[in-house]
C-alpha cells in the first residue's frame, strides 16, 4: 500500500466492520429482517465503499504473492 491508501484502507475497514457487526447483531435478535432488509445492508454497505476496499485488499494481496 501506499500511505495514504492504506490510511484511508484502515479508517475504512473500521467503519465497515462496526457497520457489519452491528447489522449482523441486529439480524440475529430480530431488529431486522433477513428478507426485507438484505437489499439494503447491501446497499449501504456499497455507499460505504465495500467495494473500493476489497479492490485495495485484493491489489495488496497479489502484490505479496
Not at 431486522?32 to 439494503?40: R, V
Not at 485488499?57 to 497479489?62: I, K, L, P, R, S
Request: net charge negative; hydrophobic share 35%; glycine share 6%.
Amino acid at each position: 500500500y501506499k500511505n495514504e491508501v492504506k490510511k484511508a484502507t484502515l479508517t475504512s475497514n473500521g467503519i465497515v466492520a462496526e457497520y457489519v457487526k452491528t447489522a449482523v447483531s441486529q439480524f440475529i435478535i430480530g431488529e431486522l429482517d433477513i428478507e426485507k432488509d438484505w437489499d439494503t445492508y447491501v446497499a449501504t454497505l456499497e455507499k460505504m465503499g465495500l467495494s473500493k476496499l476489497l479492490g485495495y485488499e485484493q491489489q495488496a494481496y497479489d502484490n505479496i504473492k
